[in-house]
Protein backbone atom coordinates (compact mmCIF):
# COMPACT_ATOMS: atom_id res chain seq x y z
CA UNK A 1 0.00 0.00 0.00
CA UNK A 2 1.57 3.51 -0.54
CA UNK A 3 1.57 6.27 1.44
CA UNK A 4 -1.06 8.24 -0.32
CA UNK A 5 -3.66 5.23 -0.34
CA UNK A 6 -3.20 5.02 3.14
CA UNK A 7 -3.60 8.73 3.96
CA UNK A 8 -6.67 8.17 1.81
CA UNK A 9 -7.95 4.93 3.74
CA UNK A 10 -7.97 7.05 7.16
CA UNK A 11 -9.74 9.80 6.07
CA UNK A 12 -12.51 7.48 4.29
CA UNK A 13 -12.56 5.87 7.98
CA UNK A 14 -12.23 8.95 9.59
CA UNK A 15 -15.23 10.66 7.23
CA UNK A 16 -17.65 7.46 7.95
CA UNK A 17 -17.09 7.97 11.41
CA UNK A 18 -17.89 12.04 11.15
CA UNK A 19 -20.94 10.53 9.13
CA UNK A 20 -22.22 8.37 11.54
CA UNK A 21 -21.55 10.79 14.63
CA UNK A 22 -23.86 13.27 13.10
CA UNK A 23 -26.33 10.78 11.96
CA UNK A 24 -26.81 9.99 15.63
CA UNK A 25 -27.81 13.06 16.59
CA UNK A 26 -30.25 13.66 13.85
CA UNK A 27 -33.94 13.21 14.32
CA UNK A 28 -34.80 9.50 13.70
CA UNK A 29 -38.52 9.12 12.08
CA UNK A 30 -38.72 5.49 13.98
CA UNK A 31 -37.37 7.55 17.36
CA UNK A 32 -40.76 9.51 16.74
CA UNK A 33 -42.97 7.29 16.27
CA UNK A 34 -42.61 5.32 19.10
CA UNK A 35 -42.91 8.02 21.23
CA UNK A 36 -46.31 8.98 19.66
CA UNK A 37 -47.80 5.50 20.35
CA UNK A 38 -48.04 3.52 23.25
CA UNK A 39 -50.64 5.09 25.59
CA UNK A 40 -53.97 4.59 24.12
CA UNK A 41 -55.95 7.46 25.76
CA UNK A 42 -57.68 10.46 24.13
CA UNK A 43 -58.03 14.00 25.23
CA UNK A 44 -60.95 15.44 26.33
CA UNK A 45 -59.17 18.88 25.70
CA UNK A 46 -59.60 20.03 22.62
CA UNK A 47 -57.75 22.36 20.39
CA UNK A 48 -59.85 25.12 20.66
CA UNK A 49 -60.01 25.23 24.75
CA UNK A 50 -56.39 25.02 24.72
CA UNK A 51 -56.27 28.16 22.80
CA UNK A 52 -58.53 29.91 24.93
CA UNK A 53 -56.79 28.89 28.17
CA UNK A 54 -53.77 30.28 26.90
CA UNK A 55 -55.82 33.60 25.55
CA UNK A 56 -57.79 33.65 28.99
CA UNK A 57 -54.19 32.80 31.14
CA UNK A 58 -52.85 36.27 29.78
CA UNK A 59 -56.25 38.03 30.78
CA UNK A 60 -56.41 36.62 34.47
CA UNK A 61 -52.53 36.96 35.35
CA UNK A 62 -51.96 39.85 33.71
CA UNK A 63 -47.54 40.32 33.34
CA UNK A 64 -44.91 40.35 31.65
CA UNK A 65 -44.24 36.51 32.07
CA UNK A 66 -46.57 33.95 33.19
CA UNK A 67 -44.45 32.49 36.04
CA UNK A 68 -46.30 31.54 38.65
CA UNK A 69 -48.97 30.63 37.18
CA UNK A 70 -48.50 28.57 33.97
CA UNK A 71 -50.78 26.41 32.39
CA UNK A 72 -50.38 22.35 33.18
CA UNK A 73 -52.42 19.45 31.87
CA UNK A 74 -52.22 16.49 33.85
CA UNK A 75 -54.00 14.56 31.74
CA UNK A 76 -51.63 15.66 28.63
CA UNK A 77 -48.76 14.93 30.53
CA UNK A 78 -49.42 11.11 30.54
CA UNK A 79 -49.88 11.05 26.70
CA UNK A 80 -47.61 9.49 24.05
CA UNK A 81 -45.54 13.05 22.75
CA UNK A 82 -42.37 13.98 21.43
CA UNK A 83 -40.56 17.93 21.38
CA UNK A 84 -38.84 18.69 19.02
CA UNK A 85 -37.18 22.27 18.12
CA UNK A 86 -37.77 23.61 14.55
CA UNK A 87 -35.78 26.84 13.48
CA UNK A 88 -37.75 29.78 12.24
CA UNK A 89 -36.98 33.15 10.84
CA UNK A 90 -36.99 35.75 13.74
CA UNK A 91 -40.30 36.90 14.50
CA UNK A 92 -41.87 34.80 11.26
CA UNK A 93 -43.64 31.70 10.60
CA UNK A 94 -41.52 30.80 7.77
CA UNK A 95 -39.72 27.55 8.81
CA UNK A 96 -35.87 28.19 8.21
CA UNK A 97 -34.29 25.38 5.10
CA UNK A 98 -31.83 24.04 8.00
CA UNK A 99 -35.33 22.37 9.99
CA UNK A 100 -36.75 21.24 6.53
CA UNK A 101 -35.58 17.61 7.48
CA UNK A 102 -36.73 17.55 10.40
CA UNK A 103 -40.16 18.41 9.67
CA UNK A 104 -39.90 15.53 6.95
CA UNK A 105 -38.36 13.51 9.54
CA UNK A 106 -42.24 14.38 11.65
CA UNK A 107 -43.70 13.56 8.64
CA UNK A 108 -42.19 9.76 7.75
CA UNK A 109 -43.25 9.34 11.89
CA UNK A 110 -47.26 10.24 10.79
CA UNK A 111 -46.91 8.45 7.95
CA UNK A 112 -45.62 5.33 10.07
CA UNK A 113 -48.36 2.81 9.66
CA UNK A 114 -48.47 2.41 13.65
CA UNK A 115 -50.07 5.82 13.74
CA UNK A 116 -52.76 5.75 10.75
CA UNK A 117 -55.65 7.19 12.34
CA UNK A 118 -54.30 9.06 15.40
CA UNK A 119 -54.86 12.43 16.15
CA UNK A 120 -51.99 14.57 16.66
CA UNK A 121 -51.87 17.99 18.12
CA UNK A 122 -49.42 20.32 17.26
CA UNK A 123 -48.39 22.54 19.64
CA UNK A 124 -45.54 25.86 19.15
CA UNK A 125 -43.96 27.12 22.30
CA UNK A 126 -42.09 30.46 22.67
CA UNK A 127 -39.65 31.99 25.55
CA UNK A 128 -40.37 34.77 27.11
CA UNK A 129 -38.68 37.30 24.62
CA UNK A 130 -41.50 40.05 23.46
CA UNK A 131 -44.90 40.18 24.70
CA UNK A 132 -47.16 37.24 25.63
CA UNK A 133 -50.48 38.15 23.75
CA UNK A 134 -48.12 38.42 20.45
CA UNK A 135 -46.35 34.99 21.67
CA UNK A 136 -49.78 33.29 21.49
CA UNK A 137 -50.19 34.49 18.04
CA UNK A 138 -46.62 33.69 16.47
CA UNK A 139 -46.53 30.26 18.22
CA UNK A 140 -50.21 29.86 16.36
CA UNK A 141 -48.78 30.90 12.90
CA UNK A 142 -45.42 28.88 13.75
CA UNK A 143 -47.49 25.74 14.78
CA UNK A 144 -50.03 26.19 11.80
CA UNK A 145 -46.80 26.68 9.44
CA UNK A 146 -45.77 22.92 10.36
CA UNK A 147 -49.00 21.49 10.02
CA UNK A 148 -49.46 22.98 6.59
CA UNK A 149 -46.21 21.75 5.47
CA UNK A 150 -46.86 17.91 6.92
CA UNK A 151 -49.82 18.31 4.46
CA UNK A 152 -48.52 19.60 1.61
CA UNK A 153 -45.62 19.00 0.58
CA UNK A 154 -45.71 15.50 3.15
CA UNK A 155 -48.81 14.45 2.37
CA UNK A 156 -49.97 13.48 6.19
CA UNK A 157 -53.61 13.41 6.38
CA UNK A 158 -54.97 17.11 7.63
CA UNK A 159 -57.73 15.72 9.52
CA UNK A 160 -55.77 14.01 11.74
CA UNK A 161 -53.87 16.62 12.74
CA UNK A 162 -54.72 20.74 14.63
CA UNK A 163 -52.23 23.03 15.10
CA UNK A 164 -51.98 24.86 18.85
CA UNK A 165 -50.05 28.12 19.81
CA UNK A 166 -49.63 28.18 23.82
CA UNK A 167 -47.22 31.25 23.44
CA UNK A 168 -45.17 31.23 26.75
CA UNK A 169 -47.74 30.20 29.24
CA UNK A 170 -45.99 26.43 29.55
CA UNK A 171 -42.00 27.40 30.11
CA UNK A 172 -40.27 24.31 30.01
CA UNK A 173 -37.50 25.54 32.00
CA UNK A 174 -39.23 29.16 33.93
CA UNK A 175 -35.94 29.99 35.90
CA UNK A 176 -34.22 31.16 32.48
CA UNK A 177 -37.42 32.56 30.16
CA UNK A 178 -35.27 33.18 27.07
CA UNK A 179 -33.68 29.18 27.33
CA UNK A 180 -33.61 28.07 23.98
CA UNK A 181 -35.58 24.90 25.63
CA UNK A 182 -38.74 26.96 25.95
CA UNK A 183 -38.65 27.60 22.38
CA UNK A 184 -40.17 23.74 21.03
CA UNK A 185 -42.54 22.09 19.13
CA UNK A 186 -44.82 19.43 21.07
CA UNK A 187 -46.27 16.26 19.06
CA UNK A 188 -49.40 14.79 21.17
CA UNK A 189 -50.99 11.74 20.26
CA UNK A 190 -54.49 12.63 21.17
CA UNK A 191 -56.18 9.01 20.59
CA UNK A 192 -57.54 7.25 17.65
CA UNK A 193 -59.78 9.53 14.90
CA UNK A 194 -60.07 7.36 12.26
CA UNK A 195 -60.28 3.82 10.17
CA UNK A 196 -59.45 3.70 6.53
CA UNK A 197 -61.35 1.74 3.82
CA UNK A 198 -59.97 0.30 1.25
CA UNK A 199 -60.51 3.12 -0.95
CA UNK A 200 -58.92 5.16 1.46
CA UNK A 201 -62.09 6.77 2.94
CA UNK A 202 -62.23 7.64 6.54
CA UNK A 203 -64.58 6.52 9.28
CA UNK A 204 -65.13 5.75 12.91
CA UNK A 205 -63.38 2.76 13.92
CA UNK A 206 -65.52 0.01 14.97
CA UNK B 1 -9.03 -5.39 -15.98
CA UNK B 2 -9.78 -2.84 -18.11
CA UNK B 3 -12.75 -4.71 -19.02
CA UNK B 4 -13.72 -5.67 -15.93
CA UNK B 5 -13.57 -2.81 -14.67
CA UNK B 6 -15.80 -1.20 -17.68
CA UNK B 7 -18.19 -3.84 -16.57
CA UNK B 8 -18.33 -2.86 -12.63
CA UNK B 9 -19.05 0.45 -13.84
CA UNK B 10 -22.10 -0.42 -15.88
CA UNK B 11 -23.33 -2.74 -13.22
CA UNK B 12 -23.30 0.35 -10.84
CA UNK B 13 -24.94 2.38 -13.37
CA UNK B 14 -27.41 0.07 -13.98
CA UNK B 15 -27.80 -0.22 -10.02
CA UNK B 16 -28.23 3.52 -9.55
CA UNK B 17 -30.49 4.39 -12.12
CA UNK B 18 -32.98 0.95 -10.97
CA UNK B 19 -32.79 2.22 -7.77
CA UNK B 20 -33.81 6.07 -8.58
CA UNK B 21 -36.63 4.42 -10.69
CA UNK B 22 -38.24 1.86 -7.93
CA UNK B 23 -38.10 3.69 -4.67
CA UNK B 24 -38.95 6.72 -3.55
CA UNK B 25 -37.49 8.47 -0.65
CA UNK B 26 -38.42 8.65 2.23
CA UNK B 27 -39.60 12.70 3.22
CA UNK B 28 -36.75 13.82 5.30
CA UNK B 29 -34.20 12.54 2.89
CA UNK B 30 -36.29 14.07 0.47
CA UNK B 31 -36.18 17.55 2.83
CA UNK B 32 -32.27 17.18 3.29
CA UNK B 33 -31.56 16.49 -0.47
CA UNK B 34 -33.65 19.72 -1.35
CA UNK B 35 -31.75 21.66 1.20
CA UNK B 36 -28.29 20.91 0.60
CA UNK B 37 -28.61 21.01 -3.55
CA UNK B 38 -31.12 24.08 -3.03
CA UNK B 39 -29.38 25.89 0.02
CA UNK B 40 -27.91 28.89 -2.49
CA UNK B 41 -31.00 29.51 -4.05
CA UNK B 42 -33.25 29.21 -1.36
CA UNK B 43 -31.27 31.87 0.31
CA UNK B 44 -31.06 34.01 -2.63
CA UNK B 45 -35.00 33.80 -4.19
CA UNK B 46 -37.12 32.09 -1.63
CA UNK B 47 -36.29 33.50 1.79
CA UNK B 48 -39.03 33.52 4.23
CA UNK B 49 -40.94 31.61 1.95
CA UNK B 50 -42.86 29.09 3.80
CA UNK B 51 -42.61 25.48 3.13
CA UNK B 52 -46.00 24.51 3.12
CA UNK B 53 -48.71 24.91 1.05
CA UNK B 54 -47.38 24.61 -2.03
CA UNK B 55 -45.34 28.26 -1.58
CA UNK B 56 -41.57 26.81 -1.59
CA UNK B 57 -42.39 24.64 -4.73
CA UNK B 58 -43.91 27.71 -5.95
CA UNK B 59 -41.27 30.04 -5.65
CA UNK B 60 -38.90 27.21 -6.75
CA UNK B 61 -40.71 26.84 -9.90
CA UNK B 62 -41.35 30.20 -10.46
CA UNK B 63 -37.65 30.44 -10.48
CA UNK B 64 -36.16 28.02 -12.37
CA UNK B 65 -34.67 29.69 -15.39
CA UNK B 66 -32.62 31.09 -12.73
CA UNK B 67 -31.61 28.25 -10.35
CA UNK B 68 -28.58 26.17 -10.21
CA UNK B 69 -28.70 23.24 -11.97
CA UNK B 70 -27.64 20.87 -9.05
CA UNK B 71 -31.11 22.39 -7.74
CA UNK B 72 -33.25 22.40 -10.81
CA UNK B 73 -32.37 18.92 -10.85
CA UNK B 74 -32.37 17.93 -7.14
CA UNK B 75 -36.40 19.91 -6.96
CA UNK B 76 -37.56 17.96 -9.93
CA UNK B 77 -36.47 14.59 -8.43
CA UNK B 78 -37.34 15.19 -4.68
CA UNK B 79 -40.57 16.87 -5.72
CA UNK B 80 -41.83 13.97 -7.83
CA UNK B 81 -40.31 11.17 -5.10
CA UNK B 82 -42.46 13.51 -2.77
CA UNK B 83 -45.57 13.16 -4.77
CA UNK B 84 -45.13 9.49 -5.75
CA UNK B 85 -44.72 8.35 -2.06
CA UNK B 86 -47.72 10.59 -0.37
CA UNK B 87 -49.64 8.85 -3.27
CA UNK B 88 -48.58 5.73 -2.88
CA UNK B 89 -49.56 5.89 0.65
CA UNK B 90 -53.01 7.49 0.04
CA UNK B 91 -54.44 5.09 -2.17
CA UNK B 92 -52.51 1.50 -1.51
CA UNK B 93 -56.03 0.73 0.23
CA UNK B 94 -57.49 1.10 -3.09
CA UNK B 95 -54.81 -0.08 -5.49
CA UNK B 96 -54.40 -3.05 -3.33
CA UNK B 97 -57.90 -4.05 -2.32
CA UNK B 98 -58.16 -7.64 -4.65
CA UNK B 99 -55.04 -8.83 -2.56
CA UNK B 100 -55.73 -7.03 0.40
CA UNK B 101 -59.07 -9.21 0.21
CA UNK B 102 -57.38 -12.35 -1.26
CA UNK B 103 -54.10 -12.31 1.08
CA UNK B 104 -54.82 -10.51 4.37
CA UNK B 105 -58.44 -10.96 5.00
CA UNK B 106 -58.76 -7.36 6.28
CA UNK B 107 -61.18 -4.59 4.82
CA UNK B 108 -58.61 -1.60 6.75
CA UNK B 109 -55.59 0.04 5.00
CA UNK B 110 -54.29 0.22 8.37
CA UNK B 111 -51.17 -1.30 10.24
CA UNK B 112 -52.76 -4.54 9.84
CA UNK B 113 -52.40 -4.30 6.14
CA UNK B 114 -48.79 -3.64 6.20
CA UNK B 115 -47.76 -6.32 8.48
CA UNK B 116 -49.78 -8.66 6.65
CA UNK B 117 -48.43 -7.28 3.02
CA UNK B 118 -44.88 -7.00 4.70
CA UNK B 119 -45.13 -11.32 5.32
CA UNK B 120 -45.99 -12.12 1.61
CA UNK B 121 -43.50 -12.96 -0.93
CA UNK B 122 -43.66 -10.00 -3.55
CA UNK B 123 -44.40 -12.51 -6.32
CA UNK B 124 -47.32 -12.99 -4.51
CA UNK B 125 -48.49 -9.77 -4.75
CA UNK B 126 -50.74 -8.49 -7.89
CA UNK B 127 -47.76 -6.12 -9.82
CA UNK B 128 -49.84 -2.62 -9.17
CA UNK B 129 -50.06 -3.49 -5.34
CA UNK B 130 -46.43 -4.38 -5.30
CA UNK B 131 -45.35 -1.16 -6.83
CA UNK B 132 -47.25 0.51 -4.74
CA UNK B 133 -46.63 -0.90 -1.83
CA UNK B 134 -42.75 0.21 -2.57
CA UNK B 135 -43.43 3.42 -3.34
CA UNK B 136 -44.96 3.78 0.06
CA UNK B 137 -41.81 3.14 1.77
CA UNK B 138 -43.52 1.12 3.98
CA UNK B 139 -41.88 -2.88 3.00
CA UNK B 140 -38.29 -1.22 3.99
CA UNK B 141 -38.76 1.12 6.80
CA UNK B 142 -40.29 -0.96 9.48
CA UNK B 143 -42.40 0.12 12.73
CA UNK B 144 -40.42 -0.93 15.89
CA UNK B 145 -42.95 -1.49 18.29
Redesign the interface.
Known sequence: MKIHQVYFAVALTLALALTAAVADTR?N??QI??SL?GVDAKLSLTAAQLRQDAIDNVKNYPGTTAIGHLLVYPQMDKLAQFTVEINF?FG????R??S??????I??AL????L??YGILVIGHTDTVGSRAYNIGLSQRRAD???????????VNAAVLEAVGMGEEQLRDPQHGTAAVNRRVQLVNVGKRF??????EQFQCP | MKQTAFVFALLLLIGAVGAAKTDTLSYADAAQQLYTACRGDLQKYCRGVELGGGRLKGCLDGHQNVLSPQCQQTRAFVYASIARRAAAQRNIGDICSADIERLCGTSHADANLVTCLRGIAPVAISPQCNDAFTDTGWRTERPQQ
Not at chain 1, 195 to 200: E, V
Open positions: LSNANVDSAAIPEYRDVGAADHNPILGAIREALIDPFGCFGRSG
